[in-house]
Nanobody
């Protein structure tokens, strides 16, 4: 069982930066792949970033070059550094974990943290 808790959201202006954290319980968290997703009001959930246990990462074009995912296994924490934020980045951000990088479904989800970017 893995429990995930996101933090670091807030209200910022366009062009600002934020770093989200995803803190996890469980001794085997370092072996899990972790993804970040977001959901804006009235929109479907959107994939933002993912990192595997080896530190490899992937991003959609919408955030590539602006967002960076990293992990500190000693702290059981995954981070999402978000730079050059835009109003369209406004959403609730969720982290999720899965034991197998190649399986699409994530098994564990956090409660989310709100990010609001004003223009």
């Amino acid at each position: 069982q893995v429990q995930l808790v996101e933090s670091g959201g807030g209200l910022v202006q366009a062009g600002d930066s934020l770093r989200l954290s995803c803190a996890a319980s469980g001794r085997t968290f370092s072996s899990y792949a972790v993804g970040w997703f977001r959901q804006a009001p009235g929109k479907e959930r959107e994939f933002v970033a993912a990192i595997n246990r080896g530190g490899g990462s992937t991003y959609p074009d919408s955030v590539k070059g602006r967002f960076t995912v990293s992990r500190d296994n000693a702290k059981n924490t995954v981070y999402l550094q978000m730079n050059s934020l835009k109003p369209e980045d406004t959403a609730v951000y969720y982290c999720a974990a899965k034991p197998d990088w190649y399986v699409k479904k994530y098994d564990y989800w956090g409660q989310g943290t709100q990010v609001t970017v004003s223009s």
